[in-house]
């Protein structure tokens, strides 16, 4: 199982950002992903799920800004992140839901700051 995060970078604060994840080793159109973020000193946590039936869940601190999406076709994992503010700052990852502990990425750095 492989996870390659990729797309992040530094935005002002409003900015948009489109973040992908390329998937591989499973069966991706089956399982249920999601998009974690880690700030620094702060814990991993949960920002949005797709399901593989396709009803999504965010996180109340992006409601309304972030959209996940998925291709399953290309097993790829998108995360649309519209009006950045700057503690949306953090690395980002994606990963199946439940997660795979022993397969995290690299993750992608996303930096909101003017």
């Known amino acids: 199982v492989q996870f390659v995060e990729s797309g992040g970078g530094l935005v002002q604060p409003g900015g948009s950002l489109r973040l992908s994840c390329a998937a591989s080793?499973?069966?991706?159109?089956?399982?249920?992903m999601g998009w974690f973020r880690q700030a620094p000193g702060k814990q991993r946590q949960l920002v949005a799920r797709?399901?593989?039936?396709?009803?999504?869940n965010y996180a109340d601190s992006v409601k309304g800004r972030f959209t996940i999406s998925r291709d399953n076709a290309k097993n790829t994992l998108y995360l649309q992140m519209n009006s950045l503010k700057p503690e949306d700052t953090a690395v980002y990852y994606c990963?199946?839901?439940?997660?795979?502990?022993?397969?995290w990425g690299q993750g992608t750095q996303v930096t909101v700051s003017s």
């Open positions: 990963n199946t839901d439940p997660i795979q502990e022993d397969s």
């Open positions: 080793g499973f069966m991706f159109r089956i399982y249920a």
């Open positions: 797709s399901t593989s039936t396709g009803p999504t």
